[in-house]
């Protein structure tokens, strides 16, 4: 279909002007009062809950696993300054690091799952650029997802040692709620478990806040979603090129990419940040949606509600990983950690590689 081909193409230069553009674009992050904009929806956007939320989703970035494990990383302040650690995973072939614990102010507990970006956002995005929905997804007839998303989740660790410390934490605490979070790869990653958690242990428990995501799946997806996920809340950032992939091809129905919803976009208007309630059908035309192919950009996709939410080392992940691994075992060792409860520290160090 030529048209096909022409939309296909016009994605892919937008998104190479926008590469172009990462390194010129200023850096983002001006604090002003929040201006929540419901535009008739009936939904709630609880700013300060957001914004404790994307801290987390940003703390699990950091690469030094000792600091996190005591809670002292640079990101670990402010409105999560009191969080419980209990449990760390950390996957080092495929770039993957999970946190579970218990945030005693909002009486949650909290899930955050930080998704491979190896060395550069730049690559990562050429790789989604192309990729068509490849996988029936379990149970859920006629759904499509994205297999290197939803097996990052269902074929490493991430599974069973995110569903057992969430069930243990539970066991403990009474039953709290859960919110699952992450940005970009990791907020495709905390769908698939936000999911699975829900069928697990019911849908009013389980909150998902995902920042820059990602489409993971097709329209059945996205509809199955909407159902067992309803406390979902997708934050889009201005111009973020990432929330535009793999591409939505509105007259493709069957073979697209499509989000669920409910999609709250981050924008500036006349110098006040607003954060507008999107409707409820996923792809919200004036939301996120509205911004031109040509302006989309990689910068913006680094920032949400002014905190900075991507890796704090780019070079070599799995390098990396192996390094702080390595000094948290050294650490763990030698009593150097000391800490008044006890956190699981789940490590792979020799998994397949997924995606
Ligand atoms: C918003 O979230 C905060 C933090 O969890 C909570 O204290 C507050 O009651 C919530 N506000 C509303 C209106 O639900
Ligand atoms: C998902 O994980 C389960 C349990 O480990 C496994 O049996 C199943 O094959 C996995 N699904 C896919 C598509 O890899
Ligand atoms: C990971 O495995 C490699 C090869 O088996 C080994 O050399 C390295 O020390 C291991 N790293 C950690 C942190 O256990």
Not at 65 to 85: H, K, P, Q, V
Not at 144 to 169: E, Q
């Amino acid at each position: 279909m030529d048209s096909q081909r022409w939309v296909v193409k016009l994605v892919v230069v937008a998104a190479a002007v926008a590469l172009l553009l990462l390194p010129t674009a200023p850096p983002g992050g001006a604090r002003r009062e929040p201006d929540v904009k419901n535009n008739g929806q009936t939904f709630v956007f609880n700013y300060t809950l957001a914004k404790a939320v994307v801290e987390y989703a940003s703390a699990v970035y950091m690469t030094d696993l000792t600091a996190l494990y005591t809670w002292t990383c640079s990101r670990c302040n402010d409105l999560i300054r009191g969080f419980e650690m209990t449990c760390i995973i950390v996957d080092v072939q495929n770039c993957l690091q999970a946190f579970v614990g218990v945030d005693h102010n909002t009486n949650a507990i909290i899930v955050s799952i930080r998704g491979t970006q190896e060395n550069s956002v730049q690559n990562w995005i050429k790789d989604i650029l192309w990729k068509q929905v490849d996988f029936d997804y379990p149970n859920m007839p006629n759904a499509k997802v994205h297999i290197g998303f939803y097996s990052s989740y269902n074929n490493t660790l991430l599974r069973p040692v995110i569903t057992n410390a969430v069930h243990k934490a539970r066991k403990l605490h009474g039953n709290m709620g859960i919110i699952v979070t992450g940005h970009s790869m990791g907020g495709a990653i905390a769908s698939f478990c936000a999911l699975d958690l829900a069928i697990r242990f019911g849908s009013n428990s389980v909150h998902l806040m995902s920042f820059g995501q990602p489409r993971v799946g097709n329209a059945a997806f996205a509809s199955y979603f909407a159902k067992y996920v309803p406390n979902t809340i997708r934050m889009t950032h201005e111009c973020d090129i990432v929330p535009h992939l793999p591409p939505y091809f509105f007259f493709l129905p069957q073979l697209t990419y499509r989000h669920f919803p409910r999609e709250v976009w981050e924008h500036e208007v006349d110098g006040t940040t607003i954060f507008q309630v999107c409707d409820g059908s996923g792809e919200d035309p004036n939301c996120c949606r509205s911004v031109s192919v040509l302006s989309w950009s990689a910068s913006d996709h680094l920032t949400y509600m002014g905190v900075e939410i991507a890796a704090d080392d780019w070079s070599t992940c799995r390098i990396v990983l192996g390094q702080s691994v390595e000094k948290l075992q050294m650490s763990l060792a030698s009593n150097i950690v000391t800490s008044g409860h006890s956190v699981d520290v789940v490590i792979a160090n020799d998994s397949l590689q997924v995606g």
